[in-house]
């Protein structure tokens, strides 16, 4: 693949999927209802970072048909071990759909993206969506990429550069949120949610 996970991102994930996917098992995502009620009923999602499954499964009990996708073996497994979601392995860099999917689905995953690589993924979630399709993705705000106290890798953006970044891929604006949110570090800060809506393929 053109572009591995950092290895120390890589890492925490793999060696603490059961107590990271124990920790976050339970309650979808606090924008998920939102995101979905934008849908129409049996819409195709892609998941990227589905983790242990949470969010994937309650799509699913809601009648969506859901592709969940990680990019750490260990969390795949634990996804299909808690939930019926046949979750596959696929890296960031590694999405290769063509007008697939009618929303993709990307809590708090893309964050752990390099900066130099998001231009690359933002594209390929645009070639991924089915025209007019919704991407929604949340993301740590800051000032430049960095490493949480865990020694995750994080791309901390700040607003006007995920603007910047997802219209350049040729999304636009649906809906944003800036809200204050823990991580697993314990550190507070203030996070970003966007929802896009794909538009025309940047000339």
Known sequence: MANPIDPATYDFYQSGA???TSSS???QSRHLDGFLKRLAPGARILELGCGGGRDGAYM???GFDVDATDGIPAMVA???ERHDLDARLMQFDELDAQESYDAIWAH???LHCPREQMPDVAARIHR???SGGLHYASFKLGDGEGRDLLGRLHNFPGPEWLRALYAQAGFAGVDEAVFAGKGTDGTQRDWMALTLKKGP???
């Open 18 to 20: 059961p107590y990271y």
């Open 25 to 27: 098992a339970q309650g």
């Open 60 to 62: 699913a009990a809601h």
């Open 78 to 80: 634990k996804a299909n």
């Open 108 to 110: 708090a995953c893309l």
């Open 128 to 130: 991924a969506l089915k």
């Open 201 to 203: 393929a940047p000339s």
